[in-house]
């Protein structure tokens, strides 16, 4: 089965927790560190590249902020204690969404651009709306310069896994299975596991599908991959996605099944 190429992908709105009083108080910031995000008529506006985002912005939300802790990446966290009290002592929430004209790669990177842009500008912490993951200030400041790099060398591998990283939950069992969340942001299906298989194991060969998917090498229906020579053989197969709701990924799902151990073709 393949991908369905003309679904609709959920737009990318990052939750940015600081300690900001008013709208008025972030704009100042962001013109005192000279930022190019200005103000414009369609919200906060990129001088150089022309991208602009909406912003919202409201009080403290103790349910935000607990949303906030319960995103911390389990592969590579970035919420330490003393940052974890700063989210939960924030004034209030920026929110910011890319103009409509934006979709797909294009509105998760202007969506990372603004969120670093107002991270420079005092922001605490950073999370995906679109699949819970969040991370320190720092944190998107590296994906930013990453991103940034990526574009630069002309590698979009690169930008893609730097996508990834700020967007897509590498892993969670929310809905009772081991499955990545938020690839339908950059256009791509989610993994989800059809087997029993160690969490390191899982995170392993999910997040390496997920890259070797936005690098442009997507396997064939029925392909057995192995996240590295020594990983678990898994066989894929290209399924629609059942799941209901806001979780629910229009373009799809990569079933990954484990097969029996010494399994010898490696086939992908």
Known sequence: M????????PPVELEIVGDWTSDRLLLRLLATIRSPWQLS???????????????????????????????ECPIRPSLDDDLRT???????????????DLVGWDAARAALR????????????????????????????ALERMAEGAETE?????????????????????????????????EASDVFLAGPLTPSNAMDAMEALCLRVLSGRPPKHQDV?????????????????????????PFGMWQMTPLPRGFKNTRS
């Open 154 to 186: 002309g590698n979009r591998s690169l930008l893609g896994e730097a996508l990834y990283l700020a967007l897509v939950m590498p892993y969670t069992t929310r809905d009772r299975r081991a499955r990545t969340l938020g690839m339908a942001l950059l």
């Open 41 to 71: 008529s369609r919200g906060l506006t990129h001088v150089e590249t022309g991208e602009s985002c909406s912003v919202t912005m409201r009080g403290p939300d103790p349910k935000v902020a607990q949303a906030f802790l319960d995103g």
């Open 2 to 9: 393949e991908t369905v190429l003309s679904a609709i992908a």
């Open 225 to 249: 991959v192995r996240a590295g020579p020594e990983s678990p053989a898994l066989r894929v197969e290209h399924i629609e996605d059942a799941t209901e709701g806001a979780d629910h990924n």
């Open 114 to 141: 603004c969120a670093s842009g107002i991270v420079d500008g005092g922001a605490t912490a950073v999370r995906c709306r679109g699949s819970g993951l969040a991370h320190s200030a720092d944190r998107i400041s």
């Open 86 to 100: 700063a989210i939960e002592e924030h004034k209030s929430i920026v929110t910011i969404r890319p103009a409509e």
